[in-house]
Protein backbone atom coordinates (compact mmCIF):
# COMPACT_ATOMS: atom_id res chain seq x y z
CA UNK A 1 0.00 0.00 0.00
CA UNK A 2 2.72 2.22 0.67
CA UNK A 3 4.82 1.29 -2.51
CA UNK A 4 7.82 -0.57 0.25
CA UNK A 5 9.87 -3.29 -0.16
CA UNK A 6 8.86 -6.26 1.76
CA UNK A 7 12.40 -6.15 2.87
CA UNK A 8 11.40 -2.94 4.27
CA UNK A 9 8.59 -3.43 5.91
CA UNK A 10 6.77 -6.94 5.70
CA UNK A 11 3.15 -7.24 5.62
CA UNK A 12 1.44 -8.40 8.59
CA UNK A 13 0.38 -11.57 7.15
CA UNK A 14 4.03 -12.30 6.49
CA UNK A 15 4.96 -11.53 10.09
CA UNK A 16 1.81 -13.56 11.46
CA UNK A 17 3.37 -16.36 8.70
CA UNK A 18 6.65 -16.45 10.22
CA UNK A 19 5.57 -15.99 14.05
CA UNK A 20 3.49 -18.94 13.58
CA UNK A 21 6.00 -21.39 11.58
CA UNK A 22 8.48 -20.70 14.42
CA UNK A 23 6.09 -21.54 17.14
CA UNK A 24 4.57 -24.36 15.62
CA UNK A 25 8.42 -25.72 14.76
CA UNK A 26 9.70 -25.01 18.03
CA UNK A 27 12.42 -22.66 16.46
CA UNK A 28 11.32 -19.76 19.02
CA UNK A 29 10.89 -21.68 22.04
CA UNK A 30 14.56 -22.36 23.31
CA UNK A 31 15.53 -18.84 22.93
CA UNK A 32 12.00 -17.66 24.47
CA UNK A 33 12.81 -20.22 27.46
CA UNK A 34 16.26 -18.56 27.49
CA UNK A 35 15.22 -14.91 27.73
CA UNK A 36 12.44 -15.08 30.20
CA UNK A 37 15.21 -17.12 32.35
CA UNK A 38 17.70 -13.99 31.62
CA UNK A 39 14.75 -11.83 32.63
CA UNK A 40 13.50 -13.53 36.09
CA UNK A 41 17.09 -14.03 37.24
CA UNK A 42 17.95 -10.21 36.36
CA UNK A 43 14.97 -8.98 37.85
CA UNK A 44 15.10 -10.91 41.50
CA UNK A 45 19.02 -10.24 41.61
CA UNK A 46 18.68 -6.64 40.54
CA UNK A 47 15.56 -5.67 42.66
CA UNK A 48 17.20 -7.79 45.71
CA UNK A 49 20.42 -5.57 45.88
CA UNK A 50 18.36 -2.23 45.30
CA UNK A 51 16.05 -3.06 48.20
CA UNK A 52 18.67 -3.46 50.64
CA UNK A 53 20.76 -0.96 49.25
CA UNK A 54 17.45 1.49 49.63
CA UNK A 55 16.77 0.13 52.92
CA UNK A 56 20.57 0.80 54.20
CA UNK A 57 20.66 4.53 52.92
CA UNK A 58 17.34 5.37 53.69
CA UNK A 59 18.14 4.54 57.33
CA UNK A 60 22.07 5.72 57.26
CA UNK A 61 22.65 9.35 56.28
CA UNK A 62 26.18 8.67 56.27
CA UNK A 63 26.14 6.20 53.90
CA UNK A 64 23.84 8.60 51.62
CA UNK A 65 26.71 11.00 51.77
CA UNK A 66 29.34 8.26 50.78
CA UNK A 67 27.62 6.19 48.42
CA UNK A 68 25.20 8.33 46.50
CA UNK A 69 27.32 9.91 44.31
CA UNK A 70 29.06 6.30 43.51
CA UNK A 71 25.66 5.13 42.86
CA UNK A 72 25.11 7.76 40.60
CA UNK A 73 27.55 7.60 38.58
CA UNK A 74 27.57 4.12 38.02
CA UNK A 75 23.87 4.57 36.38
CA UNK A 76 24.64 7.36 34.34
CA UNK A 77 27.19 4.96 32.22
CA UNK A 78 25.08 3.42 29.26
CA UNK A 79 24.75 -0.53 30.28
CA UNK A 80 25.24 -0.90 25.88
CA UNK A 81 29.20 0.72 26.62
CA UNK A 82 29.44 -1.60 29.43
CA UNK A 83 28.08 -4.79 28.06
CA UNK A 84 31.90 -6.12 26.04
CA UNK A 85 33.08 -5.09 29.51
CA UNK A 86 31.15 -7.64 31.31
CA UNK A 87 31.36 -10.14 28.71
CA UNK A 88 35.12 -10.06 29.07
CA UNK A 89 34.49 -10.86 32.37
CA UNK A 90 31.55 -13.64 32.27
CA UNK A 91 32.21 -14.86 28.86
CA UNK A 92 29.17 -15.19 26.08
CA UNK A 93 26.71 -16.66 27.86
CA UNK A 94 23.90 -16.23 30.40
CA UNK A 95 25.44 -15.06 33.21
CA UNK A 96 26.78 -11.53 31.46
CA UNK A 97 23.35 -10.83 30.19
CA UNK A 98 21.75 -11.29 33.85
CA UNK A 99 24.62 -8.94 35.44
CA UNK A 100 23.51 -6.17 32.40
CA UNK A 101 19.61 -7.15 33.33
CA UNK A 102 20.17 -6.86 37.14
CA UNK A 103 22.25 -3.66 36.58
CA UNK A 104 19.37 -1.77 35.15
CA UNK A 105 16.79 -3.20 37.89
CA UNK A 106 18.90 -1.81 40.81
CA UNK A 107 18.60 1.62 40.44
CA UNK A 108 14.53 1.92 40.20
CA UNK A 109 14.26 0.08 43.44
CA UNK A 110 17.30 1.94 44.83
CA UNK A 111 15.96 5.18 44.14
CA UNK A 112 11.79 3.68 45.23
CA UNK A 113 12.79 2.78 48.43
CA UNK A 114 15.04 5.19 49.38
CA UNK A 115 12.56 7.73 48.80
CA UNK A 116 9.11 5.55 50.21
CA UNK A 117 10.87 5.15 53.47
CA UNK A 118 11.76 8.61 53.67
CA UNK A 119 8.61 10.02 53.12
CA UNK A 120 7.00 8.55 56.42
CA UNK A 121 5.08 10.99 58.17
CA UNK A 122 6.87 12.75 61.10
CA UNK A 123 3.66 12.17 63.39
CA UNK A 124 4.04 8.83 62.87
CA UNK A 125 7.75 8.17 63.47
CA UNK A 126 6.68 10.68 67.13
CA UNK A 127 4.16 8.45 67.71
CA UNK A 128 6.37 5.10 67.13
CA UNK A 129 9.04 7.17 69.95
CA UNK A 130 6.87 7.99 72.33
CA UNK A 131 5.98 3.95 72.18
CA UNK A 132 9.66 3.20 72.65
CA UNK A 133 9.55 1.38 69.46
CA UNK A 134 13.16 0.41 68.36
CA UNK A 135 14.86 1.88 65.11
CA UNK A 136 14.24 -2.11 63.32
CA UNK A 137 10.35 -1.65 64.62
CA UNK A 138 10.21 0.99 62.96
CA UNK A 139 11.38 0.39 60.25
CA UNK A 140 9.80 -3.37 60.05
CA UNK A 141 6.04 -2.16 61.35
CA UNK A 142 5.78 0.96 60.01
CA UNK A 143 7.99 2.28 57.24
CA UNK A 144 7.95 -0.24 54.82
CA UNK A 145 4.34 -1.08 55.28
CA UNK A 146 3.52 2.91 54.72
CA UNK A 147 6.23 2.54 51.87
CA UNK A 148 5.12 -0.60 49.90
CA UNK A 149 3.33 1.03 47.08
CA UNK A 150 6.78 3.46 46.10
CA UNK A 151 8.58 0.40 45.97
CA UNK A 152 6.36 -2.14 44.11
CA UNK A 153 6.19 0.85 41.93
CA UNK A 154 9.64 0.78 41.28
CA UNK A 155 9.54 -3.03 40.63
CA UNK A 156 7.29 -2.51 37.97
CA UNK A 157 9.76 0.22 36.26
CA UNK A 158 12.41 -2.09 36.96
CA UNK A 159 10.84 -4.97 35.02
CA UNK A 160 10.17 -2.93 31.97
CA UNK A 161 13.64 -1.99 31.89
CA UNK A 162 14.83 -5.57 32.47
CA UNK A 163 13.45 -7.00 29.48
CA UNK A 164 15.46 -4.12 27.72
CA UNK A 165 18.69 -5.20 29.40
CA UNK A 166 17.90 -8.49 28.79
CA UNK A 167 17.79 -8.33 24.70
CA UNK A 168 20.28 -5.46 24.45
CA UNK A 169 22.74 -8.45 26.33
CA UNK A 170 21.97 -10.55 24.05
CA UNK A 171 22.82 -8.32 20.89
CA UNK A 172 26.36 -8.85 22.28
CA UNK A 173 27.12 -11.10 24.19
CA UNK A 174 24.85 -14.59 23.37
CA UNK A 175 24.07 -16.63 20.90
CA UNK A 176 20.58 -18.09 22.36
CA UNK A 177 17.71 -15.39 23.10
CA UNK A 178 15.26 -13.07 21.57
CA UNK A 179 18.14 -10.75 20.97
CA UNK A 180 20.20 -12.69 19.48
CA UNK A 181 17.70 -13.83 17.27
CA UNK A 182 16.86 -10.13 16.21
CA UNK A 183 20.68 -9.54 15.38
CA UNK A 184 20.53 -13.22 13.08
CA UNK A 185 17.65 -12.30 11.38
CA UNK A 186 19.46 -9.12 10.60
CA UNK A 187 22.35 -11.20 9.23
CA UNK A 188 19.93 -12.87 7.12
CA UNK A 189 17.86 -10.07 6.01
CA UNK A 190 14.69 -11.96 7.20
CA UNK A 191 12.79 -9.21 8.28
CA UNK A 192 9.32 -10.69 8.78
CA UNK A 193 11.06 -12.92 11.29
CA UNK A 194 12.94 -9.94 13.04
CA UNK A 195 9.34 -8.27 13.52
CA UNK A 196 7.77 -11.86 14.44
CA UNK A 197 10.62 -11.80 17.49
CA UNK A 198 9.86 -8.16 18.27
CA UNK A 199 5.74 -9.37 18.75
CA UNK A 200 7.40 -11.67 20.83
CA UNK A 201 9.39 -9.39 23.13
CA UNK A 202 6.33 -7.53 23.28
CA UNK A 203 4.55 -10.04 24.25
CA UNK A 204 6.60 -11.22 27.17
CA UNK A 205 7.13 -8.01 28.64
CA UNK A 206 3.40 -7.53 28.68
CA UNK A 207 3.38 -10.80 30.44
CA UNK A 208 6.17 -9.81 32.82
CA UNK A 209 4.07 -6.63 33.80
CA UNK A 210 1.09 -7.66 34.22
CA UNK A 211 2.59 -10.57 36.47
CA UNK A 212 3.97 -7.83 38.70
CA UNK A 213 0.57 -5.82 38.93
CA UNK A 214 -1.00 -9.15 39.77
CA UNK A 215 2.25 -9.51 43.04
CA UNK A 216 1.22 -6.02 43.70
CA UNK A 217 -2.22 -6.81 44.80
CA UNK A 218 -1.40 -9.39 46.09
CA UNK A 219 1.10 -7.93 48.83
CA UNK A 220 -1.27 -5.08 49.29
CA UNK A 221 -4.38 -6.98 49.96
CA UNK A 222 -4.14 -6.93 53.65
CA UNK A 223 -3.48 -2.86 53.64
CA UNK A 224 -6.43 -2.80 51.46
CA UNK A 225 -8.83 -4.95 53.61
CA UNK A 226 -7.67 -3.18 57.42
CA UNK A 227 -7.93 0.25 55.38
Known amino acids: ?17 SLWQGLASGYFWPHLRTTALELVLGVISGCAIGFAAGVALAES ?31 FGIT ?20 ALQQVAPERLELFRMLGATRAQTLWRLK ?15 VVLALVGAVVGEFIGASRGLGALVIASQGTMDTSLMFAVLVLI ?20 PFTRTS
Open 1 to 17: MLGLSKLVLPPPSAVAQ
Open 61 to 91: ATLRRLLMPYVVASQVIPKLALAPLFVLWFG
Open 96 to 115: STVVITALICFFPLLENTLT
Open 144 to 158: LPSGLPGILAGVRVA
Open 202 to 221: AALGMLAYHATLWLERWLLL
